[in-house]
């Protein structure tokens, strides 16, 4: 998310004067508190300046003495005591060359799914997906694809040349103007899986949805958000380990032969 651009005029340029630095110590416990006043000040100067609805979870001493980590969602932003200077990129201890930026967002990531992965798999969010199923079907993945995505469209027979198989299919709208309308119709067509696969596979669009059809498509936004789901196709394996992008059926086959499901 690239926050930084969307502050004010007076950050844009401090982002990119402090993409690598040198940490002579690490003055500031990374697990460690902030005062309070700080925190509160941090909020109140920087809060009204994220767009887009961003939303200050935590504050953090950071690495580095006089610099303090925000977190929004699973970005990292560092700012000083006053909150009057601000940068967005790769805070870097040079002589353990490690990432630390990355760092943090990975183990963000990775708690994130942590609490989010046994939603996914819930009656409940399922029942917003289009469900395939191929012979037996006991190997089961999700997989968020957008009805314009090409290579959406080539993983689809992927699963079609597949036996023995679930593939439950969350449809988001990000990639076109259309995206949302199509999506629509196809929750919307009275054999769901048919015109979802007519759609993809063969190119046949689906009827037009009655104006009464109510569509998950807000609801199926908001799972993909809280999973940090960009590119698509995403693929979610039963392990809770993923794929971003197209896998042919051979490597896709292989790949659930090493699934042990947890979910």
């Known amino acids: 998310m690239m926050f930084a651009s ?17 940490l002579p110590a690490l003055a500031q416990n990374p697990a460690g508190t902030v005062a309070p006043a ?27 003495a006089g610099l303090y980590e925000v977190q929004i969602g699973t970005d990292v932003l560092y700012v000083n005591e006053t909150a009057n200077f601000l940068f967005q990129g790769s805070l870097v201890d040079l002589e353990k060359g490690r990432d630390l930026t990355r760092e943090r967002k990975e183990a963000l990531v990775a708690e994130m799914e942590a609490k989010v992965m046994p939603a996914l798999w819930s009656g409940e969010s399922l029942n917003d997906a289009v469900k395939l199923v191929k012979g037996k079907g006991t190997r089961k993945v999700v997989v968020f694809e957008d009805p314009y995505c090409g290579y959406c469209k080539k993983l689809r027979q992927s699963f079609a040349e597949m036996d ?11 990639l076109s103007q ?12 009275a054999d769901r899986i048919k015109a979802y696969d007519d759609w993809m596979i063969r190119s046949k669009a689906p009827a037009a949805a009655d104006k009464a059809c109510a569509d998950p498509t807000q609801r199926v936004a908001g799972l993909a958000k809280r999973l940090g789901v960009g590119p698509v196709p995403h693929v979610v394996f039963a392990d809770g380990s993923k794929n971003v992008g197209y896998m042919p059926s051979a490597d896709l086959g292989k790949k659930l032969g090493t699934v042990k499901a947890t979910f």
């Open 6 to 22: 969307r502050l004010v005029a007076r950050f844009a340029g401090v982002a990119a004067a402090l993409v690598l630095v040198a």
């Open 38 to 64: 700080v925190a509160d000040n941090i909020r109140k100067v920087l809060g009204p300046k994220i767009n887009g609805g961003g939303k200050i979870d935590a504050i953090r001493p950071a690495p580095m």
């Open 164 to 174: 023995d198989i679930t593939v439950y299919t969350f449809m988001v709208a990000q």
């Open 178 to 189: 259309d995206s949302a309308p199509k999506a629509r119709d196809l929750w919307c067509s």
